[in-house]
């Protein structure tokens, strides 16, 4: 498992990749969103010379507020564009994958309309992709697209779509946390997690780990039973890193603690079957 956290959007890229390898992490979730990180704006040149001076590995994480489905044909295309340049340079400075947030507004627009949009939007980008060998993965979204059937409306027809699990958002907006759900159904096909905490609800507070009342353990233990071990990202959103540091050693404690209670409970299972087999 590999713990990042990602750039400001309003900050040098440069200077951020350095303060995330001088705290010891282990990869950049590169974000390419305005006014400073924009696709237009960055150099992706020096980008992945300081990674890998950095010996940092890198993913790709687009701006949320992208009019995917917009019903002005004029105006998603200029969204497809954008999501085609910044796929174009995550593949020049590293990255093996670019994530996509689904849009869901459409004014005056039924569900059906916006789900249709966004498989549109996302056929042309898997398409683009494969030049690349990257993938595209959608993020899990507060209210329209935070359970397995939701977010089946884009991967079932999309089998190439992979997964980009937020844990955090699965808390909000629902009776209870949805990231079992999810992986349950789609565990296979999640690519990259971000982690937070926040109180339930509606707000996205982005909190460190054990500021709110995320389930930590249950969450970790899920990812770990439907075989992930890929990056995680602490998207915890504070000016004082010692915050982050914090969530980080938590996060490595618990993934660490969850990894050696399931291998003693599977050496127990086995000593159990040979000595049942021995009688």
Request: aromatic content about 6%; some cysteine.
């Amino acid at each position: 498992m590999l713990i990042g956290a990602m750039n400001h959007p309003s900050q040098d890229v440069v200077s951020e990749i350095r303060w995330m390898a001088d705290l010891g992490l282990d990869f950049v979730d590169l974000t390419l969103e305005p006014p400073t990180a924009a696709s237009w704006r960055v150099d992706t040149k020096a980008i992945r010379r300081t990674l890998n001076d950095h010996n940092l590995a890198v993913v790709g994480h687009t701006a949320f507020y992208l009019p995917l489905c917009s019903p002005f044909e004029n105006i998603r295309q200029a969204a497809v564009d954008e999501l085609r340049r910044c796929l174009d340079l995550f593949s020049e400075v590293g990255a093996p994958c670019m994530n996509v947030h689904p849009d869901r507004h459409a004014p005056m627009h039924d569900r059906a309309f916006y789900i249709q949009r966004n498989i549109e939007t996302l056929a042309t980008l898997l398409d683009h992709a494969r030049q690349y060998t990257m993938c595209v993965m959608i993020e899990n979204l507060p209210g329209d697209f935070n359970s397995a059937h939701q977010l089946g409306e884009l991967l079932v027809p999309l089998p190439e779509l992979a997964l980009h699990l937020d844990i955090g958002h699965a808390n909000l907006l629902v009776p209870r946390n949805t990231t079992c759900e999810i992986l349950a159904a789609y565990g296979k096909r999640v690519r990259h997690v971000h982690l937070h905490d926040n109180k339930g609800g509606h707000m996205d507070l982005h909190l460190p780990l054990g500021a709110g009342n995320l389930d930590l353990p249950a969450a970790l233990r899920a990812l770990q039973e439907c075989g992930y071990d890929g990056t995680i990202t602490l998207e915890v959103f504070t000016t004082d890193r010692h915050y982050l540091t914090y969530s980080r050693d938590v996060l490595r404690r618990t993934w660490d603690t969850l990894k050696a209670q399931a291998a003693e409970s599977e050496r127990t299972e086995v000593t159990l079957e040979r000595m049942t087999a021995a009688r």
